[in-house]
């Protein structure tokens, strides 16, 4: 199928957006923290065009699946209610969206962590953008975005996604200051490449612990009397507080002070120590990972060329990601896949991400 079969006429616009993987800096958005993604190869495109009856009408070629949007009043469900959400609100904006035709292909991993949602949030404000020419610049395309998912699709999260899929590329990590909005680009450590491999068990965050984990980093936040655990970097401070708001603390404060660390400059074992060290915080203190992710954070953190390993994205399942010696990706992924299938579960490589490789 393609928009014209869809939609009997061809589209008048598209845009892409990228995916993307977090390699440090988890959790720490929606704290007003400090993150480190990039974007991956794999990206969503829209196409758009003008409907004629008055309704919106959204296809997804991935799902073969299509919302016709005839109540306005009505939010509808599933990979809709992002692009929904994008449309309303742009109009709460003040902008005037007439009706649409959307037509969605992606080819971004969906729940595997590496934020197919914000790419599809992005990608549609971007042909939207295109279309009707609006003047909206790719930070308030993210911010724009966020809102979608948190207002439609039930979501509280940070910013980091959206910015990511609107901002960062391929070739450099960015490091993000999500309070304040400051960014820069950074090169890999030498010699080293992204490797993501999906553990194979799918979560939506809607439907997982990530909107109650929000609310814990809050309340720990009144209780030490800071805006956010961002305006903390002594963990001391948490003992004071009582379970589980003492760990979500600590877990959030640790990682803003790992991701500092990366950005003065380190070698590509000493990230890797850092990604290690982030995953045992996601899962003994966030308690955002699953036996699988565990078992495939650790047969990756034990094989040789392997600098260091984590779950990427919000955690309950998705995708690790591990940062390797340059050139040995792929000969990884296979003795891994392997040792982890002998542990009764199934994976795949999603990224070898050679294009993200620092061979000097």
Known sequence: ?????????????????????????????????????????????????????????????????????????????????????????????????????????????????????????????????????????????????????????????????????????????????????????????????????????????ASSGYNQRRAECEEAARSLGVKALRDITDVEVTEKLPEPLRRRARHVITENNRVLEVLQGVTSERFGELMNASHASLRDDYEVSVPALDTLVELLQKTPGVYGARLTGAGFGGASVALVAVGEARSITTHILEQYKQAGYTGQILVPSLELSNAA
Request: a negative charge; glycine letters at 6%; aromatic letters at 6%.
């Open 1 to 205: 199928m393609d928009f014209q079969q869809v939609f009997g006429k061809p589209p008048e616009t598209q845009a892409s957006a990228p995916g993307r993987v977090n390699l440090l800096g988890e959790h720490t958005d929606y704290n007003d923290g400090f993150v480190l993604p990039t974007a991956i190869p794999q990206s969503t495109t829209v196409q758009l065009g003008l409907s004629s009856d008055g309704h919106h009408h959204f296809y997804s070629e991935n799902l073969n699946e299509q919302v016709s949007i005839l109540d306005i009043n009505h939010s509808p469900s599933g990979f809709a209610s992002y692009i929904f959400g994008c449309i309303e609100i742009l109009q709460k904006a003040g902008y005037k969206i007439p009706s649409l035709c959307v037509y969605v292909k992606s080819s971004v991993p969906m729940g595997s962590g590496l934020s197919s949602s914000a790419a599809l949030e992005v990608a549609t404000l971007r042909a939207v953008r295109q279309l009707l020419n609006l003047a909206i610049d790719d930070v308030e395309i993210a911010q724009f975005a966020q809102q979608a998912e948190i207002h439609y699709a039930g979501v509280q999260c940070g910013i980091m996604d959206q910015m990511a899929s609107s901002l960062a590329d391929t070739e450099h990590i960015l490091f993000l200051d999500t309070r304040t909005l400051e960014r820069r680009v950074m090169p890999l450590p030498e010699k080293a490449e992204i490797l993501v491999i999906d553990s194979g068990v799918p979560r939506t965050l």
